[in-house]
């Protein structure tokens, strides 16, 4: 690690995981406060869904252009300037005065939140190359805590109208970037030189973007993103409506069953390093896609309200670290174009967040809900089996 990182590091991923906190926070709420804004722009039920279109719009158009050029920018300062459009884009909601505008606004925020994910996971893959798979679950654990509390931040600001809680959110992440730009931007600049050096002869290595994917290890991690993202998305979006139609519990019950599930992934992954101690990576991929599969199954075919709470924090706490898990492999594997492999990667999480979801829903109309919702489960046992088969194409020791 060159002298400038051994300064800076703990300093600079202290503040990334409080940036990644704040940011989950704010991320997080526009589904509490969804009622609120159909009233405020007299909207239906379908077209408050067009905000998750355009938001996954823009965060895959982020993608598609950062994986182009990530590794020539300076992703602390990507990082801050993202920030700190963030919050101007949350201030902007008071002043929309109509719901085009909000769509804009909010695709807009689809592009910040991928800039920042990428940004983040890049720097802490380059910054800890010998631990990428454990501090990455810490982030992401981070960022499922940010998004447990969240959704209490209106009542917490004393029951405030929407916009007036982005706006309170907005002002807490300007003087968050303000303090980032103080401690970490001098510090890479004092690093800038021999960045451009390494970044020239990276550039010199480095294959196109998307020719990464002709590695089969690299595209077998891009399915298994798709699918773990997917299913994640997927529990989050239809479990709810499944709890209501199969065993006629109120929203508050059903809301209760995904807050718990949340938790349960945060869990997962802030305990990683524990379970790394003893298991490595194959063996905590199969037992917690396997055992989360087998729980859901259990919990959605005969378990009441209170058995679904039960399998809720289960699964969480089984698969929750899986997806961090896989973006570091990918990392691992293009240690020379760690801001090239995260970007697919998180390409790979948006567009299964579209497609399991769409097919999940599809079958539950078609099929009822019991059947339908067995989609979820199914993608966690593909997880389990193709894993082993990345793992061992992969030719690693057991020990590794």
């Not at 209760?256 to 949340?262: D, F, L, R």
Request: hydrophobic share 50%.
């Amino acid at each position: 690690m060159r002298s400038y990182e051994q300064k800076g590091a703990i300093k600079q991923m202290a503040l990334v995981y409080v940036a990644v906190f704040f940011f989950s926070a704010a991320y997080s709420i526009y589904g509490l406060i969804m009622p609120q804004m159909k009233e405020a722009f007299g909207i239906t039920v379908s077209q408050s869904g067009w905000i998750g279109q355009f938001q996954y719009i823009g965060e895959l158009t982020a993608l598609l252009v950062a994986g182009l050029c990530i590794s020539r920018i300076n992703r602390g300062a990507l990082l801050n300037v993202c920030l700190v459009v963030f919050s101007f884009l949350l201030l902007g909601f008071g002043a929309a005065g109509h719901f085009a505008t909000v769509l804009v606004l909010f695709a807009l925020m689809g592009v910040c939140s991928s800039l920042i994910n990428l940004s983040a996971s890049s720097m802490i893959a380059d910054n800890y190359p010998e631990g990428r798979g454990k501090y990455l679950n810490l982030m992401h654990g981070i960022f499922g805590a940010g998004s447990v509390i969240g959704p209490f931040l209106p009542s917490l600001f004393g029951g405030l109208e929407w916009y007036a809680t982005y706006r309170m959110l907005a002002l807490l992440l300007l003087l968050f970037a303000v303090v980032y730009a103080l401690v970490i931007l001098p510090v890479y600049n004092r690093g800038k030189d021999g960045q451009d050096r390494e970044r020239g002869k990276k550039r010199e290595k480095k294959a196109a973007y998307f020719m990464l994917l002709r590695d089969r290890r690299i595209l077998l991690l891009f399915f298994l993103l798709v699918l773990c993202n997917g299913q994640q998305c997927g529990y989050t979006m239809w479990i709810p409506t499944f709890m209501q139609e199969s065993t006629e519990s109120a929203s508050l019950a059903a809301g209760s069953v995904i807050a718990v599930y949340n938790v349960g992934n945060a869990a997962s992954r802030l305990c990683y390093p524990l379970a790394r101690r003893r298991w490595n990576e194959r063996r905590l991929l199969f037992v917690g896609a396997a055992a989360g599969a087998a729980l859901f199954v259990m919990g959605t075919m005969g378990a009441g309200r209170n058995g679904l709470l039960i399998t809720g924090i289960g699964c969480g706490l089984l698969t929750g670290m899986i997806m961090p898990t896989l973006l570091g492999r990918a990392c691992d594997l293009c240690p020379e174009q760690s801001g090239e492999a995260t970007a697919l990667m998180c390409m790979a999480c948006s567009l299964g967040a579209v497609v399991i979801p769409w097919i999940c829903g599809r079958l539950m109309e078609t099929a009822g809900g019991k059947i339908g919702i067995q989609t979820l489960p199914v993608c966690l046992l593909l997880i389990a089996a193709l894993s082993q088969r990345h793992w061992m194409s992969g030719k690693e020791e057991e020990g590794s």
